[in-house]
């Protein structure tokens, strides 16, 4: 491990150390947060229980379902848009400002057209993710260098192999980056639904919590929520510079 | 011309498909018509307009912070090599995570109101705001510092008449996401803990099952936005296209 890694542990676990000890001093007082320990433990005690566990599996799932329609439906209209130019610029401007929009206020709508229950999330979760993944083929489209394309019409490949064996591998980096941004944004859109406007899950379980002045309870679902999405991140961010690494970049 | 007449043809779709999921399902959705025809009713009725001035107060004091917040935090990072290594994977995990379910630690900290509003507004936007910067300064071109040190340029001359000029194009296009987020930020607090606001007007609509209020101040709210973002995006391609 190299002295940046350990410099960016060391700056972590410093402000967890910190925050303990506001806690424990009562600097911060029990009532605004509990230690970082104390969260640990609570949640550990809330997991053994397994009072959360159908929380824990509904919003997984449900960002799962949100991600893997974003990623399709987002790559899908991407390349779609990319190949008429002209709806392309007249479309860039509403790409750009989509992320403004508060779309927890469409839930309603989604509940006369998809019904009660998950599907609303999931759509919350998808509108969330896909226009990241649009922006992220579209980028990835453009920097397509001429020279293949041409190669490959000078090869006379038909459009099917030309977008699996050139389009696809050298958008590829972008495309990743549209798939980074997809979990994240799936992950954000589905517990902000979740809390907002849901009766079940994670996000829900931490406003109820929160209600109900449980800070146990919400701190340690809390952690739960920053643990899980930092790893998945993480684990994307790796699997990246993995990816990276073999190009020689 | 033609692509003014492209975006028309594009917002005329949309209108389209609009009125045509209204005609499906009426309650769920007003028309466009009977949206824009509640937004002239809002826009003159007395008791909408402190909703607007809360949210847009709150916004304004949002957008200062993160703006000069993110800029500071990006610049200094980005100056300095090592702390931009260790801070980018920091800094990109905090921007992907829910920051809604941190948002009972800030009503904790600072109580219902104005100022949690702002904070959670703040933290939506500060985060891409440093990204951007940070990043700015991390892909200058080597040559212009270099220029700088031939120059004998203090760090402040350089900063002044080096760096932020060359770094503007990328700052600006953080700053447009910046914006977007903290609108959202702000909005999203409002929704969930708040009296006031056009955010609170939004899930009071939901919870009265006032359909075409909530759609009216949806519609106001977007049109908001796309107008702010146009005039930021414009600004950012001539920005971009000046430098290159």
Known sequence: ???????????????????????????????????????????WALLASGRVTPDIIETIGNVIAAFLLSVTVGFALGAVIHSFPRLRRAIDPFLATYYALPFFAFYPLFIVLFGLGRPPIIAIGFLFGV?????????????????????????????????????????????????????????????????IMSSSGLGYSIAYA???FDNKTMYALMLFVIVLVTAVNAFFYVWEQRLLARRGR | MRRAFDT?????????????????????????????????????????????????????????????????????????????????PILVSIYSLPKVTLYPVILLIFGLGMSAKV????????????????????????????????????????LRTVV???????????????????LLGVLIGEMFASQRGLGYMIMNAIGLHDVPTMMAVILMLAVFAVAANAVLLWLDQRLHRRIT
């Open chain 1, 210 to 212: 929160f209600n109900n």
């Open chain 2, 119 to 158: 904070a959670f507004g703040t933290i939506h936007g500060i985060i891409p705001i440093a990204i951007f910067a940070m990043n700015s300064v991390r892909n200058l071109a080597p040559v212009y510092l270099k220029t700088a040190r031939v120059l004998h340029l203090s760090k402040a001359e350089t």
């Open chain 2, 164 to 182: 932020i000029p060359a770094a503007i194009p990328e700052i600006v296009s953080g700053l447009r996401i910046g914006f977007s987020l903290t």
């Open chain 1, 1 to 43: 491990m190299n002295r940046v890694a350990w410099l960016r542990y060391f700056i972590v676990t410093g402000f967890i150390v910190f925050l303990e000890v506001l806690c424990r001093t009562g600097i911060i007082p029990a009532t605004v947060m509990i230690p970082p320990t104390s969260m640990a433990a609570h949640l």
């Open chain 1, 131 to 195: 226009v990241a993944m649009i922006i992220a083929t579209l980028n990835g489209f453009d920097r397509i260098p001429r020279a293949l394309l041409k190669t490959a019409a000078v090869y006379r490949m038909d459009p099917l192999s030309t977008a699996l064996r050139i389009k696809l591998p050298s958008a590829a980096p972008y495309l990743f980056t549209g798939v980074k941004l997809a979990v994240a944004y799936s992950f954000i859109g589905v517990i902000a639904g979740e809390f």
């Open chain 2, 8 to 88: 028309i043809l594009l917002v005329a779709v949309a209108l389209v498909i609009w009125q045509a999921i209204h005609l499906l399902a009426p309650s769920a959705l007003t028309s466009p018509l009977g949206t824009a025809r509640r937004a002239a009713e809002l826009l003159g009725t007395a008791t909408f307009w402190p909703h607007v001035a809360e949210t847009l107060k709150a916004f304004l004091y949002a957008l200062i912070l993160a703006f000069t917040g993110g800029l500071l935090l990006g610049l200094l990072l980005g100056l300095n090599k090592t702390g931009a290594k260790v801070a980018d």
